[in-house]
């Protein structure tokens, strides 16, 4: 077994934990190192997660408005023909132009990447074995855990990446399923869904709860499932599926309502599996420097720092939401605390946001945690009909809430179902993370004709003056 070089800061994990953490020490000065057993770097993320997905979402979304009746409405006559290949193929062609892009950035920022496994081996060590078997050891001053997470399995429907698929396989399906079951409607089961609906797919989404997006402000949740009914994806909610058997060509699933009540049955091509994920720890060694999981696999941290010394953890291995954009929050404090400088993340700040069309994208508390914990608050809402933009856009569907401390005006939530939800959410983080007023938003200029303007105008409710609605 060769011993080898020794670093400030060893990294396992190369997706955004992991490689975020690497660029930031080596922006530091530290010599950083990061163990990453997949072929690419990127992670999740990159690989199987946020990027092939949204390059799905955009293209099935084009396709869609070209196919059915929003191109046709704007003038245009077309009849579009799906290359399912070519869709896949600009899929990967993107994704690898991506994850070079991070070896590029580690060479800028002088980090190892040490390709193989990596397993921690006692304090400062870390046993790295490449995929042709052979170990080396490598020692630094800090371990940081980046492991990322996988998807959580359901007993009784084995995922097999043929009929029954996680997400990577519902990335990769080979055909337009004639009909897609999808178990969760949590973040991928609707975004997932999405892009084979709009590609043809007849598609059911089977829910254990009684609504769609657990974590979404209610009233967005109920507005953008009319919406999903509308695009023509079928929801069963609070029922559960107890069984599957599959076949050649298809699959059989036993459904149960949760409250009770006989079964049915739902015939298949295809079911995906999106009920969340978990951490992902599997032979990583923890248990050489004397840290457990806790009983749902993750680890537990203090700023980072676990229960060994110089060892940390981030990213979707430890608790939070599980997005790219909060592991790399998670990434630099954390290595600004080993660098000794002050490292900090407002997790009430980390925005949501699920890519369909309308996109929804939320940032602070929703009306139910703020009704929990008994706060006083004002909503402020303006729908996207009455802005002019989407108006001769032709998406109206949407709105903007925002919920303001009724004393001090303080934004406290900014909920936006519409179309850019994703790139307009933005603003609300900035004006929350300098503790603005709704009257902050309600005064500031913003240009015409943009659908921003409906941020705006939500704003000016919190006060009773939205003047365009
Ligand atoms: P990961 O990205 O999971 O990276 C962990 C890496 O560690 C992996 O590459 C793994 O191979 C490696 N690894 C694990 N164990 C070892 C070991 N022992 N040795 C060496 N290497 C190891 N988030 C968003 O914010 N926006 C999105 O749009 C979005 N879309 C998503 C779509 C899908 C389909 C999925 C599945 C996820 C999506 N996410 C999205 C979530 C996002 O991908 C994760 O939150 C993010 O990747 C977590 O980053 P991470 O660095 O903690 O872990
Ligand atoms: P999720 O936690 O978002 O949703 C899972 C859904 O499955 C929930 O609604 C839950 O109630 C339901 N569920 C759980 N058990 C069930 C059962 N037995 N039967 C039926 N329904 C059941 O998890 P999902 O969609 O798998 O995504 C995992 C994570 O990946 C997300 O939470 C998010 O952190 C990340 N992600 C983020 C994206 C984004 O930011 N746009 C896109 C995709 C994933």
């Known amino acids: 077994m060769a011993e080898a070089a020794t670093y400030d800061v060893i990294i396992i994990g190369g997706g955004p934990g992991g490689y975020n953490a690497a660029i930031r020490a080596g922006q530091l000065g530290l010599r950083a190192a990061v163990v990453e057993m997949r072929e690419t770097l990127g992670g999740t993320c990159l690989n199987v997660g946020c990027m092939p997905s949204k390059a799905l979402l955009h293209a099935s979304e084009l396709f869609a408005a070209a196919a059915g009746k929003d191109f046709a ?46 397993r921690i081996a006692g304090p400062g060590k870390v046993e790295v074995t490449a995929a042709d078997g052979a170990k080396t050891t490598l020692s630094a001053a800090n371990i940081v855990i980046a492991t990322g997470s996988e998807p959580t399995p359901l007993p009784g429907v084995t995922v097999d990446q043929k009929r029954i698929v996680d997400s990577t396989g519902a990335l990769s399906l080979p055909e337009v399923p004639k009909r897609l079951v999808v178990i969760g409607a949590g973040i991928i089961g609707l975004e997932l869904g999405s892009v084979w609906r709009r590609l043809g797919a007849e598609v059911t989404v089977v829910e254990f709860l009684d609504r769609i997006s657990p974590g979404m402000d209610a009233e967005i949740a109920k507005t953008f499932q009319r919406t999903l009914t509308k695009q023509g994806i079928a929801f069963k909610l609070g029922a559960k599926v107890t069984g599957a058997k599959t076949t050649k060509s298809g699959v059989s699933l036993t459904v149960e309502p949760v409250a009770g009540g006989p079964a049915e049955t739902l015939e298949a091509d295809y079911v995906l599996v999106a009920i969340g994920r978990r951490p992902f720890t599997a032979d990583l060694g923890l248990d050489s420097v004397g840290v457990t999981p806790d009983a749902r696999g993750f680890i ?4 980072f720092r676990t229960s060994a010394p110089g060892v940390w953890a981030v990213g979707d291995v430890i608790h939070g939401p599980m997005l790219a954009h909060k592991a790399e929050e998670d990434a630099v404090a954390c290595i600004e605390l080993i660098a000794g400088r002050a490292g900090h993340v407002d997790y009430n700040l980390v925005p949501s946001v699920v890519y369909t069309a309308p996109e929804v994208a939320w940032v602070g508390k929703t009306e139910e945690q703020l009704k929990a914990e008994g706060r006083a608050y004002k909503t402020g809402k303006f729908p996207f009909t009455a802005n002019s933009r989407a108006k001769i856009n032709h998406e109206t569907d949407g709105l903007v809430k925002v919920l303001a401390d009724a004393a001090t005006d303080e934004i406290l939530g900014a909920h936006v179902m519409g179309p850019q939800a994703s790139e307009m959410i933005g603003e609300y983080c900035v004006a929350m993370s300098f503790r603005a007023a709704s009257e902050d938003i309600a005064r500031t200029c913003h240009p015409h004709p943009t659908r921003s303007e409906a941020l705006r105008q939500a704003a000016m409710g919190v006060e009773g003056w939205t003047m365009q609605a």
């Open 73 to 118: 409405t704007l003038g245009i006559e077309v009849k579009p023909r799906l290359n399912l290949p070519q869709m896949m193929a600009q899929k990967a062609d993107s994704v690898g132009q991506l994850t070079k892009g991070i070896e590029f950035l580690f060479k800028k920022n002088k980090v190892d990447w040490i390709r193989g496994a990596g």
């Open 300 to 303: 537990a941290v203090d700023h």
